[in-house]
């Protein structure tokens, strides 16, 4: 079940996706896109920090991979990433419409691949779990 995780696509994306987050937090007005910019005043900034703390929980994660608690950090990190991804993405393609359909997108698919995530760490600790009860 300890397999690590430490693939480098999947980690370089999410830490794009939170160095972007963190910049565009600190440098809203010059970093953030057109769609999180017409969300309601707070809202913009939620998302950004929400978005930045959920990566570098699921970056600690990956970096712990080889233990039970790094695969529990990072699918932890991956359900809040993955929450607040398809809330922005749905409530921003609400709200723009088609011109804000391709950050919606690539939120969603972000979210999906999350979720892909989690379901493939759920069922390495199931069949774990299964493995062990099996062995007494």
């Known amino acids: 079940m300890t397999t690590s ?19 565009g937090l600190f440098l809203f007005q010059q970093v953030a896109t057109s769609t ?10 939620v998302f950004l920090a929400g978005a930045a703390l959920s990566c570098a929980v699921v970056l600690v994660g990956v970096w712990r991979a080889a233990t039970a608690a790094g695969l529990l950090i990072e699918r932890a990190g991956l359900l809040g990433m993955s929450g607040i991804t398809v809330t922005y993405a749905v409530w921003g393609l609400g709200m723009s419409g088609l011109r804000g ?34 062995v007494r």
Not at 6 to 17: D, S, Y
Not at 103 to 130: D, E, K, N, P, Y
Request: aromatic share 12%.
């Open 36 to 45: 999180i910019r017409g969300f309601p005043v707070p809202a913009g900034h």
């Open 101 to 134: 359909l391709a950050f919606c997108l690539l939120l969603g698919a972000m979210a999906a691949a999350g979720l892909w995530r989690v379901w493939q760490i759920t069922s390495a600790r199931t069949a774990a779990r299964r493995s062990v009860q099996g």
């Open 5 to 23: 995780t430490r693939n480098p696509f999947e980690t370089l994306l999410v830490g794009a996706f939170g160095l972007y987050s963190l910049v």
